[in-house]
């Protein structure tokens, strides 16, 4: 369902969830740009004809030009149970990317250790320093020099998935920051969020597959 802008996937008394479109914030910050969390705050408060402030709670992140399916909290009592999710790694994340370039394995996993500078950007360390990443994935198809790679996230670290292909020489198609500055959108996707409903414990599964547009055109496994 798409109301106001914003695509809504599920949605009942505690739970919320949505597909963030990419250049699109999470929640707010110094740009004062329109970001999904107030969109939903309004929303809600629409919808049900709240009075005052309505509670959404902020349960996970995508950076800002990075599209996918998250799950806000419509509770406080939500948001702390999907909190705990997030962090004994019981809340599931997959991506699809595409990367620059061939990898030379299939299959394979990642794991660095990666500091946040104050820059902003994220680097990979010799492990004296920093937080333990960890990211499986597979190739689907390779075409023009580009792979389109399933990511399976083991840690949520910040940028990890863009600073740990980019380290091996495999930065994501569109990535400014780590990648080549040429303007074009970047091609990572949350297409895959499984969590535990907070109050009645089922196994919930949201998938939502990129739009058939841009680079995601050159593959065809993702032609629905």
């Not at 902020?58 to 909290?73: E, F, K, N, Q, T």
């Not at 569109?174 to 949350?190: F, H, M, N, P, V």
Request: aromatic share 10%; charged share 25%; net charge positive.
């Amino acid at each position: 369902m798409i109301s106001n802008g914003l695509e809504i996937l599920y949605e009942d008394n505690h739970i919320i969830v949505v597909y963030k479109k990419a250049n699109i914030l999470s929640q707010s910050d110094s740009t004062k740009d329109l970001d999904l969390l107030t969109m939903i705050k309004q929303y809600v408060k629409e919808k049900y004809q709240k009075p005052g402030n309505v509670f959404i709670g902020l349960i996970h992140r995508l950076d800002r030009p990075v599209s996918g399916v998250m799950v806000y909290a419509r509770t406080s009592k939500a948001a702390s149970r999907l909190s705990k999710q997030v962090r004994n790694c019981s809340l599931e994340k997959q991506y699809f990317a595409v990367v620059n370039g061939i990898l030379p394995e299939k299959k394979g996993e990642f794991c660095d250790f990666l500091e946040k500078l104050e820059s902003g950007n994220t680097v990979v360390t010799d492990g004296s320093c920093g937080k333990k990443s960890i990211l499986s994935y597979e190739v689907l198809e390779e075409k023009n020099d580009l792979s389109l790679v399933r990511i399976f996230l083991k840690t949520g670290r910040h940028h990890q998935i863009r600073v740990q292909f980019a380290s091996r020489g495999f930065p994501l198609f569109g990535d400014q920051r780590y990648g080549k500055s040429d303007r074009k959108q970047i091609a990572l996707t949350c297409f895959h969020l499984s969590f535990f409903h907070p109050v009645t414990k089922e196994r919930l599964l949201f998938e939502r597959f990129p739009d058939f547009t841009g680079v995601w055109m050159n593959f065809n496994c993702l032609k629905k």
